[in-house]
């Protein structure tokens, strides 16, 4: 879309473009177009002097081929405020994430005002085969479900998955590390159990330790945990 891709492009930094590309290793360099996370903001005031056709186009046309694209189209999902439709964009954009970056900054009103009709869906895409789906299914967790909404059953699935993937088994030990801080009678028996792979339960372990959130006493006998 080419107007959108000539505002992206006004607000590009070389040097940025080269920093973000060292922390997304799985893409090339030339995905980069180099934009400072404050600018979208403005990015979005400017989309407002385009039709709504052209933004409603561009939603549609994937993949996207730079990765300031796809932030862009998260960005345009999150502010949607009716779930029905933040949902389906969702579902249509998730085939397309490829990496941390992107999947990591989905949220967004519709979905912290709609857990229950959020949560269904949180359960299929965590069985879904793309490991970034997976990802912002754990995310949606995280954020989510681990408060009032939280119930021990939610953490059955993601204990279950076994994945070569990287960024997959992080996500994985950041939610187990997080529902030990805020819900730690029920996680703490998916560690005692040995109920997570090795590197992932080991990993929920470091980053729990390493919580503030943690009292002295927990990190010491997580530290008795370790495999």
Excluded at 161 to 183: C, G, H, P
Excluded at 205 to 216: G, H, L, P, V, Y
């Amino acid at each position: 879309m080419k107007e959108i891709l000539d505002i992206l492009y006004s607000h590009q930094d070389e040097k940025y473009g080269d920093f973000l590309s060292k922390l997304v290793p799985n893409l090339p360099r030339e995905k980069f177009i180099g934009i400072r996370s404050p600018e979208y903001k403005k990015i979005l005031k400017e989309l407002q002097s385009l039709h709504c056709e052209t933004v409603d186009a561009f939603l549609k046309e994937l993949p996207h081929a730079y990765q300031e694209e796809n932030v862009l189209h998260v960005v345009l999902i999150n502010k949607e405020k009716d779930f029905e439709k933040c949902v389906s964009l969702l579902e249509t954009f998730l085939p397309f994430v490829d990496n941390w970056a992107v999947s990591d900054v989905l949220g967004g009103k519709a979905f912290e005002k709609n857990h229950g009709k959020l949560l269904p869906y949180v359960k299929k895409w965590m069985t879904d085969d793309k490991p970034y789906t997976k990802r912002v299914a754990m995310l949606f967790l995280k954020k989510y479900f681990l408060d009032e909404d939280f119930s021990p059953e939610l953490l059955e699935s993601p204990a279950s998955i076994r994945s070569d993937e990287y960024y997959v088994n992080m996500m994985t030990a950041w939610l187990f590390a997080d529902a030990l801080v805020k819900q730690w009678d029920s996680a703490i028996l998916f560690l005692k159990e040995n109920r997570l792979d090795k590197w992932t339960h080991n990993k929920t372990i470091q980053k729990a330790r390493e919580s503030f959130r943690i009292t002295d006493e927990q990190k010491e006998y997580l530290k008795g945990l370790k495999r």
